[in-house]
């Protein structure tokens, strides 16, 4: 799928992907994330090598979302249990309290932030909330304890569109409040255009488009269409 | 009315024995969904190595503790096949409890049915000698009590800790577990070595009632924990002041309630375990009935 | 925002009724188990239509071979003659555990905690399971059909039980039946034999039979096997190194499976020689059989004994039987080409009892 592929990220930037099916944004989430190996190459964060690193080891410095709500929590866990389980992460899992009571009110501070009143509803089992409660506890979960990088993987595609854009701002305020390095694979062309300080366009294992800074911000959706729409037709379509 | 108390101790004796294992089953196929058919063989392995270090004369209690270890290290071999070979749960289960069949002769040195009677066992010496004479008669049903509770609390406790969380989770959502940085892998194992060490513990306690260990004893063992575990979730799930672990150990009393009324009633054995299929897929069904509309039922710890 | 959540004064009320639901449906079910309990128990009590007391006794035959078969008729015929008639002041529960210890068990314990007032166990597995569920209930036990009962543990010694355990045992009559195979067989060298590891009967026989075979010139191949499956498997192997004639000793499990054992030697033309007469009428070719009825009539009438008040178990000697009486098949020696030897002449032919 890729041959001679060089990416580099800047510490702090968020960048979002946009590509068509097929070209190589999944995959390419899911070789830095561990969950699917390489023939040749070398995978660096910050500084460290992390190629030979499992899935669950490099897990402990990035974070990801994923498109299925229902991946990111444990559904017959409750809100409170899943957060002491994600705050312990980098930690020893012993056998010492799963909860800490000192600990609860932090917690709902978190979720007081999310703005969806999941706060009193801390012993309510996960698997009773709605489509976007997941996700955003899904992603509240992820950089609950520092990270590296930050994946985001179509994280609102499966969601209606009032819960996606409550999902997407939420997302923004956390990224930019905790100054993240975000990587965000998205079919939302708008969303791709409205947040982040860099764009990608990959196709077919390689990048059509790479724009930062000022020069992202002057793209709108209708250039990232025709642009679309070339690459197609260069493939025949 | 004798013979009633009689009979109703028995089915409270042998429901807390087996609500041992039922417990031990409730980890691996519960909390993990792991059909784990090791149990048919480590069941019997816990009776095996009581009966030879009892015989050998080993203290009972210590007998009981080994049977546990025993257990727990057939649970791990059964996880090791899974995730590091790759076995699929079900065939894991299998290789196990078929490797224990000759595992379990090589500790009788090949007999089938290893007696011990009158040897020192945990309910006719130790703490049983301070009990008044009165409740002596009692014994077996107060030790098999004590044992299951005990194995009941030191659980509840577990599941509550952090690693007890993180095997909660993995029965739940794998990806999560990777997503807090730990191997999945290693929490089934975990969870399998609990869960057989208390099936072994549980043949230990039963082959010192009989004072006798047979290596047959364990066919159907899987069934009987899986009925009780399905029996007591099924039908306690909304009484909220149990915790899931005294659901298991009450279905298990439940089904040996089932049994005893079915011999009661004249049930010749040999439809015995016509029976206890029959008992099972009302449990089950009724499980399907009771839990309409309703998709995360797993209770609060 | 609102949107997210889900109606909760809607499903609450539903949650609500269904967990009333379950809570009753729950303690209705428990109830109704434990009240079945009592109504049958009660159900089963019974006292003697002119007010004498109807004792109950508990017999457990181990397995549905013919051998334990005329065992279980001969008990039921010495307590007749010692007065004690089924149905009238004695009721008899008949179980079968049919070949396996786990169901042996569990009959016994059910026995046990009912209260009867005797346990007969018929065969070795059968009278363990009897002792071990009547020793703390102080319910006495009969035995017949066990060959060594000191071996399985449930009397002290033959002489006085100690344990409120006393019984007929069978011991067979190794040296006769040795002697019956070399007269069948005059050239042959080794006896193969199948026994079960874990009857502390068929243990100690196969090594009393080991010592004498020597004296007779043969040598003796054993396989042990632990369940019914094996048997079949076990016969092959035995047959397969070569032996002249397979014995069986009174081996509850090979007995009960003796189709396999014939099988395996009918395909090598080596006949097998039994260790009771039903099983010479089922196609061995000879026994030295103990009259497995008056073994059952004996037993009754110690059972009676014990009914009555007469003596203690456990002061009961254990009874020794081991009178023989040879008898063979015709139809089987005439396929095997075979001759009936001289000093069997006036034995008994159990093909012509067919």
């Known amino acids: 799928m890729f041959t001679d592929f060089d990416l580099m990220i800047k510490k702090g930037e968020f960048v979002s992907v946009v590509g068509s099916n097929g070209s190589g944004k999944t995959t390419m989430l899911n070789i830095i994330c561990g969950s699917t190996g390489i023939d040749s190459g070398s995978i660096v964060v910050n500084n460290k090598d992390i190629t030979h690193l499992k899935e669950h080891q490099r897990a402990s410095f990035i974070g990801r979302v994923f498109q299925d709500p229902g991946k990111g929590t444990c559904p017959s866990l409750t809100i409170l249990e899943n957060m002491s389980l994600a705050d312990n992460k980098g930690r020893s899992f012993g056998l010492t309290p799963g909860i800490q009571r000192r600990k609860i009110d932090y917690y709902r501070t978190l979720l007081e932030q999310l703005k969806l009143g999941l706060e009193d509803k801390t012993n309510l089992r996960v698997g009773s909330l709605s489509g976007g409660q997941r996700q955003a506890l899904a992603l509240l979960i992820s950089t609950m304890v520092p990270i590296d990088l930050l994946i985001l993987d179509e994280h609102t595609a499966a969601l209606d569109p009032r819960s996606s854009e409550t999902v997407m701002e939420l997302t923004n305020r956390i990224i930019t409040e905790k100054g993240i390095t975000t990587l965000m694979v998205t079919h939302n062309l708008r969303y791709a255009v409205e947040y982040g300080n860099r764009l990608l366009m990959m196709h077919q294992g390689g990048f059509v488009i790479d724009a930062a800074g000022e020069e992202k911000a002057s793209l709108g959706v209708p250039d990232l269409l025709k642009v679309f729409n070339e690459i197609s037709i260069e493939c025949g379509n | 009315m004798d013979i009633i108390i009689g009979i109703m101790r028995n089915i409270l004796e042998e429901g807390f024995i087996y609500g041992i294992m039922a417990m031990g089953v409730y980890i691996s196929y519960s909390v993990l969904h792991f059909p784990d058919l090791s149990v048919d063989g480590t069941f019997p392995l816990g009776m ?254 | 925002m609102k949107r997210f959540f889900d109606n909760p004064a809607g499903s609450k009320s539903n949650k609500s009724n269904s967990n009333k639901r379950r809570s009753i449906a729950a303690v209705i079910i428990t109830v109704l188990i434990f009240s079945l309990i009592f109504t049958m128990v009660s159900c089963n009590q019974q006292s003697g239509g002119n007010g004498t007391k109807v004792l109950n006794i508990g017999v457990i035959q181990f397995a549905p071979h013919p051998s334990l078969d005329n065992c279980y008729e001969g008990f039921v015929q010495g307590l007749k003659e010692a007065g004690f008639v089924d149905g009238e002041n004695i009721k008899i529960d008949f179980q079968n555990a049919q070949g396996e210890m786990s169901n042996s068990d569990m009959i016994a314990k059910n026995m046990a905690a009912s209260k009867y007032d005797m346990i007969v166990g018929i065969a070795t597995p059968a009278a363990m399971s009897a002792y071990s569920a009547a020793k703390d209930n102080d319910i006495p036990v009969i035995f017949t059909a066990v060959s060594d009962p000191v071996a399985a543990g449930i009397v002290k010694s033959l002489e006085r039980p100690e344990y409120n355990v006393t019984g007929t045992s069978d011991v067979l009559p190794l040296e006769a039946q040795l002697k019956m195979i070399r007269a069948f067989l005059p050239e042959a060298r080794k006896i193969g034999v199948v026994y079960t590891t874990s009857e502390p009967n068929s243990v100690s026989h196969l090594s009393q039979f080991r010592e004498l075979a020597g004296k007779y010139g043969f040598e003796i191949v054993e396989a042990g096997v632990t369940s019914a499956s094996e048997v079949a498997a076990a016969a092959m192997t035995v047959v397969s190194k070569g032996v002249d004639c397979i014995n069986n000793f009174t081996d509850n499990n090979v007995v009960n499976n003796l189709s396999s054992v014939l099988h395996a030697a009918d395909g090598a033309g080596i006949p097998v020689f039994g260790s009771e007469v039903e099983q010479v009428k089922n196609g061995c070719l000879a026994s030295e059989s103990i009259d497995y009825v008056s073994l059952g009539v004996e037993t009754g009438k110690m059972a009676a004994s014990v009914l009555k008040g007469e003596t203690k178990a456990s002061e009961m000697a254990v009874k020794l039987i081991s009178d023989s009486t040879p008898v063979y098949n015709s139809s089987v020696l005439e396929r095997l080409g075979l001759a009936l030897p001289a000093e069997y002449e006036g034995a008994e032919d159990a093909a012509a009892a067919k």
Not at chain 2, 110 to 130: Q, R
Not at chain 2, 139 to 161: E, F, H, N, P
Not at chain 2, 220 to 226: A, E, I, T, Y
Not at chain 2, 247 to 258: F, I, K, N
């Open chain 2, 48 to 301: 095996c190595v009581t009966a030879a270090l009892i015989s050998s004369g080993v203290n009972p209690y210590v007998a009981c503790v080994v049977a546990f270890i025993c257990g727990a290290c057939a649970g791990c071999v059964t996880g090791l096949l899974h995730v590091k070979l790759r076995i699929t749960d079900l065939l894991s289960g299998i290789l196990v409890m078929t490797a224990m069949w000759s595992v379990n002769l090589v500790i009788t040195r090949g007999s089938a049915v290893v007696p011990f009677y009158n040897k020192d066992t945990i309910f006719n010496s130790g703490a049983v000698s301070l009990l008044p004479d009165g409740l002596y008669a009692w014994r077996i049903l107060l030790i098999s009590a004590v044992a299951a509770i005990a194995v009941k609390l030191i659980l509840d406790l577990y599941l509550k800790t952090k690693s007890g969380l993180l095997l909660r989770a993995t029965g739940d959502n794998q990806q999560f577990v990777k997503s807090v940085s730990r191997d999945p892998g290693t929490m089934k194992i975990i969870g399998l070595t609990i869960g057989n060490g208390c099936t072994a513990l549980a043949g230990s306690i039963l082959s010192q009632v009989s004072e006798s260990a047979n290596i047959n004893s364990g066919t159907g063992m899987v069934v009987m924990g899986l009925a009780s575990v399905i029996i007591g979730t099924s039908i306690f799930k909304r009484l909220s002041i149990l915790k899931p672990t005294a659901m298991v150990l009450t279905g298990s009393v439940l089904y040996r309630a089932c049994l005893a009324v079915a011999m009661q009633l004249g049930l010749p054995t040999n439809y015995l375990k016509l029976l206890m299929a029959v008992i099972f897929t009302f449990a089950l069904v009724a499980n399907n009935v009771l839990a309409k509309g309703k998709k995360y039922e797993t209770p609060e710890y």
